[in-house]
């Protein structure tokens, strides 16, 4: 989550039927989205919407914050509640036994798998024995089932140093991938796992770690920077996701952006509201899915999301 918008009103979730914001609709980008494709409202009336991540089902689960809930958007678009007093989850992955895990925020509770009857189970609690995180955001699940995530404090009371870490399988410690960035935020692993990209909140570098047999990081690497971010601005780069053809979607203060395999930008999906993060999910992966502050969007998508789980 790129931060909490503390002057927002607390409002209830409306249950209403998904509508069409004809008035919104994108430019266009060759491969990706056609030329005037609209953006559809899911879903408004949350407080901030966060972490979404497809399910093998079709099925879409993303977060809200104040009370934190994990919600389900079910093929059909219908939009239930899946696990109430999600300890302030952020950031959602599967992992490939289709369990759900969440990075917990100001409850410091860390990493969380929830199964599939909504019942939450800690998975690791500290970064180091007797030193509790500071404010996970965003994690994704390798291969292996390790868990790679962020960890970048609270806005309101910015730490001298922040990391990025890589939860080894069977381990309840991680290791340290970065401790140089401003604010780490989003995470995405490439198709082949071998990446992992990780994009700053404040400024905007989107970063590229190479990653060893264990899971760490061999070399890091500056893979593009966000564009059209005003001096001054921070870039309010958040979550990522990659589709087959290793473009990768980044959300930021000027929408979601797009970047080819090789970091070269290809343009820019415009969203009604900032968004925060961004899934491919639906049948076949075809539909592209937008948190973006009080809402949740969708777009259909000349392009597809990845075969694996969830991210």
């Known amino acids: 989550m790129s931060r909490r918008l503390q002057a927002l009103a607390v409002v209830g979730v409306a249950l209403g039927v998904s509508g069409l914001l004809a008035s919104q609709r994108s430019s266009g980008i060759r491969g990706v989205i056609a030329p005037d494709a609209p953006v559809e409202l899911v879903r408004d009336g949350y407080r901030f919407t966060e972490g979404p991540v497809g399910a093998a089902d079709g099925a879409l689960y993303f977060t809200d914050a104040i009370p934190t809930r994990i919600y389900r958007v079910d093929p059909s678009g219908s939009v239930g509640i899946f696990r109430d007093n999600a300890g302030d989850a952020d950031g959602l992955a599967f992992d ?8 917990d925020r100001i409850n410091k509770t860390g990493i969380t798998r929830t ?94 770690f190479e990653l060893a047999a264990d899971g760490g990081a061999m070399r890091k690497r500056l893979f593009a920077q966000l564009p059209h971010i005003p001096p001054g601005k921070d870039s309010l780069g958040d979550g990522m996701a990659i589709d087959t053809e290793s473009r990768l979607y980044v959300t930021c203060l000027a929408g979601v952006q797009v970047f080819d395999r090789a970091g070269e930008y290809l343009g820019a999906i415009s969203i009604p509201q900032i968004p925060s993060n961004v899934a491919f999910a639906g049948p076949q992966k075809r539909t592209l899915f937008v948190t973006a502050r009080q809402a949740v969007y969708r777009l259909q998508m000349l392009s597809q999301g990845p075969a694996r789980l969830g991210k």
Do not use: C, W
Not at 123 to 150: H, K, Q
């Open 96 to 103: 490939a036994a289709g369990l759900l895990y969440s990075a």
């Open 115 to 208: 199964d599939p009857k909504g019942v939450p189970a800690p998975v690791s609690t500290e970064a180091a024995p007797g030193r509790p995180y500071m404010a996970p955001n965003d994690l994704i699940v390798d291969a292996r089932g390790g868990i790679y995530f962020t960890d970048p404090g609270l806005r309101s009371a910015p730490p001298p140093r922040t990391y990025v870490y890589y939860l080894p399988p069977g381990r309840v410690h991680p290791i340290v991938i970065d401790d140089q960035m401003r604010s780490p935020n989003g995470v995405m692993l490439s198709l082949d796992g071998k990446t992992l990209f990780v994009v700053d909140n404040v400024e905007t570098g989107i970063y590229a």
